[in-house]
């Protein structure tokens, strides 16, 4: 037991030290991403019309729809919003318009009032009103948050699906990928992937726009990762420094 205790000390003494050298590595390239972004504002033209690139961060499901769920009943709408938020927190430091499409526990489907009764309806007003939402604000870029879950539970790791509307999107999802894989996923072999007429959102939008599936809820060993907030921190920190890198168009450059 003391010489499991002992290796379990030294096993969160790693993790924490990681963790900070980790946060430090990041949060320089934020500082970074953030100059390059202040830097912009000095002609007449621009202190004239300022303007602030547009992120919008969509937290999947809520309400009545869960989403995935974890063995132990994670719910993935609740685990989507956690990192959602730790996103819109960095990208708003950073320097950037960020609006979210839901702040709290529940579906969107009567945002903009169109029904009085939306019994059967709900899923499909729903993502059109993320829709709408996104394309209303005048998105530079969408960000929707999701986790994933597969019958086997051997399968782990982070996915970016890109829309195949606005060509853009494809490099977004690219740089989250090979942050992921350098920053946080070392053993991370999936690639990117076109989203089809299956993923609505990302379908139809006529902007820059990826979906991020963040770890699978049926990997018990990624869940738990998943449920830590730090990890879910790095997790956004991971995607806010690509999308940084990604709108200062120095992205493959
Ligand atoms: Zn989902």
Redesign the pocket.
Known sequence: MQAQKRYANRYIACFVLFCILFSALTAFFIWCGAILLCGRGTSAEDAAAPSRPIIVIDA??GGEDG??SGTDGTK??DL?LLVAQSLADILTAAGYDVRMTRTDDRLLYDLYGDLTDYTGHKKTYDLRNRLRFTEEAGADLLISI???KFPQPQYSGLQVYYSPTAPESRTVAEVIRSYTKLYLQPENERETKAATSSIYLLHRIQRPAVMV?CGFLSNEEELTRLKDEIYRRQLALVIACAAAESLSGTAGK
């Open positions: 999947g499901h989403g995935a993935e709408k989507n999701h986790m994933n599936e």
